[in-house]
Every structure is written in structure tokens, then in C-alpha cells.
């Protein structure tokens, strides 16, 4: 049975592996067994770690509980000692980028390990101390918005919030973890069973017939398992391809849609236009009749347009100045006469026009005739012949006052009481 240890079978062993406590006790009885190669299993255990999903992970750190646990009760310390050197970066590696609850599973596996004191106190704090420290950098990512916290695409798969994704894509991204998990387990089952059976049948020398036989039933569950691993990922590309078609039927029924959407849109827009184009023709049209109308109604002069017509404008011009005639000038005799018919009451003076006045005043005024002669007023000594000298100086004065120009009175505006100002 040692001869048939080897990386790939090693290898097969650890894709072959599952959550359920058959499949881990199976594997583990079967790595202790080949005790002398404690070490070697250990390297491959913490390279398959390396390379694994998280959920993958988990069952690796179950596998090396199992290991530990069992080798302690039956005092091998072979596997103790190999997993003492590579259990502190393996946990590390287990922990980290994992989703919350893979962590705490690993987080119970660990108190599990302190409270059985399975590792050494150094190396048990030193495992705490790695865990701690993820989670403290975790924490701290978050609070700067998640620079350090990965892409944040969806549930535990990708390190984010189911809410950040649609969900139409969930289907789809869970599809995509399986895929990933079955193609690592393919790749490892099948390169072991390709392996196997190139020693058993790329030979010249055939073992007997009983070694033989043993060797081809070991081929056959190589082969089982490597069958197991291939099924497992075809399914699950098939399970994919299916959320994908979905998805794909999905946007090709909301293209439909929207082309719909779009031609209803073009149809009424081309309707909108030609309806735009005829009312402005009309408009024109309207424009040009009533253009020839007006035309035809300037020529003519005998037809309106049947539209109102607009009000006409009366021209500003001043009122006419009403225009005063001077009254002949009245004799003496009459005045005389006048005098002596009421001598008691006083002459009653006409009421002067400020028109009146100027043309007394230039009456008075010495005026230049056309041929250059002064105008000459008639002698006052032919006009109060005959009359006493002192009513002679009286009716020269009131001649002399009646033709002063009146002066007109001032317009002073009413005064108010108060100061209020009045534009």
C-alpha cells in the first residue's frame, strides 16, 4: 500500500473531498495511514489551500482537524509536527477573503484546537494573532468605503452586498461559483487518473497477476473519481449556460419592447412634421391673399378689406388766436358830451385783451411807413379846440392810461398749509 502513494493520488484525494463526515474521515484515515509521508501531505494540503474556494477552504480545514485530532489520540506525532510548521500560514489563508460565515466556522475550529490544546501555546496565539489581524483590516476597509474590501459585486461570492446586484444575476453568479469549485476538482481528478493509467498500461513489464489487479482497481476509482469531478462540472455548465439563455431571452423580449417603443415614436414624430408643414403653408398662403387685397384695394380705391380699419388721426394743430379790432378813437366833443350826461359817475374803461394792448402800444409807437418817413400822429390842438385847459389835462391822462399795456396778474399757486411735496 506505501507504493501507492504519490502526489496525484494525493491530489485526488483532497478534490475528491466534501462536507460530509464520511468523506473527511475517509480522506484523513487514509493520509494517516501513509504517516511516513506526514510531511509531503502537509505541503500538498497547503497548496491545494492555496488554490481553493472558500467553501473548498473550509473542508481542507476540517480535513487537518480531523488529522491533528486523531493523531493526538493515538500519539503519532508525525502529522502534529508537520502541521505545527504550516498550520499558521494555512489558517491565515483559510480565513482571509472568505465570507463571514466560513469565517466563523473556521474561528470555531480554532477555539477548538486552543481548548484541546492541540498546538502549542506559542503557535495557538500566533494563529489568534493572524485572524485578528484580518479582521481588524477588514473593519478598517470598511470605514474607508471599502477601498480595501474587494469589488463589491454581490453576496459572499465576490466579497459584497446581495443588494448591490440585480436579481436577475444572482442565479447567475452562484452558477459561476460552482463552475470554478468543479473546474479545479476536474483539473486535479483528471491529471491524477491520466497518471495512473499511463503506469498501468505505458509499460513493457507487467507486474503479476494479483499485484496487477490491485494496481487496475485503484486505476478504476482514480478513474471514478476523476469521472465524479468532470460530471459535477458539466452539470454545472449546463446550469449556467440555462441562467444565461434566461437572461439572454429576457433582454431579447425588453429589446423587442423597446424597438416597438421606438418605431410608435418615429411614426408619430413624421406625423407631427407633416402636420407642421401644412399649417405653415397655410400661413403663407393667408400671408400672400392678404397682401394681393391690400394691393388691389390701394388701385382701386373703391373696396375695403374686411378687416377693421384703422382709426384716423386728427392733426395737431394750435386754436386759432382770436383776433381783437381796435375801436375807433373817440372825439372830444363826444367825450365832452359824455361828461356832461353823467359827470357824477366815473368812466366805465373797456377791459383790454393782452392782444389789444400790444396793438395800442405799437399804434403809439413812432413806426417807420414803407418809404422811410415816420408816421405822424394829428395835433392835439385841433382835437381840444375850443376846451378848458384843465379838461384838456384830464383827458389827456386817461388817454395816456388807456393806451399803457395792462399788466397780466401773476399766477401765484395756493398755498398749503403743509410741506408735502407735489410734482
Not at 494496481?215 to 476523476?226: I, N, P, V, W
Request: aromatic letters at 4%; one cysteine or more.
Amino acid at each position: 500500500m506505501a507504493g501507492s502513494y504519490n502526489d496525484e493520488t494525493v491530489r485526488a484525494k483532497l478534490s475528491a473531498l466534501n462536507d460530509s463526515q464520511d468523506s473527511i474521515v475517509a480522506v484523513a484515515q487514509w493520509v494517516m495511514f501513509h504517516r511516513r509521508q506526514a510531511k509531503r501531505s502537509t505541503e500538498l494540503w497547503f497548496e491545494r489551500l492555496k488554490e481553493s474556494s472558500p467553501h473548498r477552504k473550509l473542508m481542507l480545514i476540517y480535513l487537518a482537524n480531523e488529522i491533528v485530532q486523531q493523531s493526538k489520540v493515538k500519539n503519532r506525532v508525525e502529522f502534529g509536527n508537520a502541521f505545527t510548521v504550516l498550520i499558521v500560514d494555512g489558517a491565515e489563508t483559510a480565513y482571509k477573503g472568505c465570507p463571514a460565515d466560513i469565517q466563523n466556522r473556521i474561528r470555531r475550529v480554532v477555539e477548538v484546537w486552543r481548548q484541546r490544546s492541540i498546538f502549542k501555546p506559542e503557535v495557538q496565539a500566533e494563529i489568534e494573532q493572524r485572524l485578528d489581524s484580518i479582521d481588524k483590516g477588514k473593519s478598517s476597509g470598511a470605514a474607508k468605503g471599502g477601498l480595501g474590501g474587494g469589488l463589491k459585486l454581490g453576496g459572499s461570492f465576490l466579497g459584497g452586498k446581495a443588494s448591490d446586484v440585480p436579481l436577475e444575476i444572482v442565479p447567475l453568479l452562484k452558477t459561476r461559483k460552482e463552475i470554478e469549485e468543479k473546474a479545479s476538482s476536474v483539473t486535479i481528478s483528471t491529471g491524477s487518473a491520466n497518471t495512473e493509467f499511463a503506469k498501468q498500461f505505458d509499460t513493457e513489464h507487467l507486474p503479476s497477476p494479483p499485484v496487477y489487479a490491485a494496481r487496475l482497481s485503484t486505476l478504476l476509482k482514480t478513474l471514478d473519481t476523476a469521472d465524479i469531478a468532470i460530471k459535477g462540472a458539466i452539470d454545472a455548465r449546463k446550469a449556467h449556460i440555462r441562467n444565461i439563455e434566461r437572461i439572454l431571452e429576457q433582454n431579447k423580449a425588453a429589446l423587442a419592447k423597446d424597438e416597438q417603443i421606438a418605431a410608435d415614436l418615429a411614426q408619430k414624430k413624421e406625423k407631427a412634421e407633416t402636420t407642421k408643414a401644412s399649417v405653415e403653408q397655410l400661413i403663407l398662403e393667408g400671408m400672400e391673399e392678404n397682401n394681393g387685397h391690400g394691393d388691389n384695394a390701394g388701385s382701386s380705391g373703391d373696396k375695403t378689406p374686411d378687416g377693421p380699419r384703422s382709426p384716423e388721426i386728427e392733426a395737431l394743430t394750435p386754436p386759432a388766436q382770436i383776433q381783437y379790432e381796435a375801436e375807433p378813437p373817440v372825439l372830444a366833443s363826444e367825450l365832452h358830451h359824455q361828461h356832461s350826461m353823467a359827470p357824477s359817475a366815473p368812466p366805465h374803461l373797456p377791459e383790454f385783451h393782452a392782444g389789444a394792448s400790444e396793438l395800442l402800444a405799437s399804434l403809439s409807437a413812432p413806426l417807420i411807413n414803407g418809404t422811410g418817413l415816420k408816421r405822424t400822429q394829428p395835433e392835439e390842438t385841433n382835437m381840444f379846440e375850443g376846451v378848458d385847459e384843465d379838461l384838456m389835462n384830464m383827458f389827456k391822462n386817461e388817454a395816456q392810461q388807456q393806451q399803457q399795456p395792462q399788466k397780466k396778474p401773476k399766477f401765484e399757486p395756493p398755498q398749503d398749509d403743509d410741506d408735502e411735496y407735489v410734482p
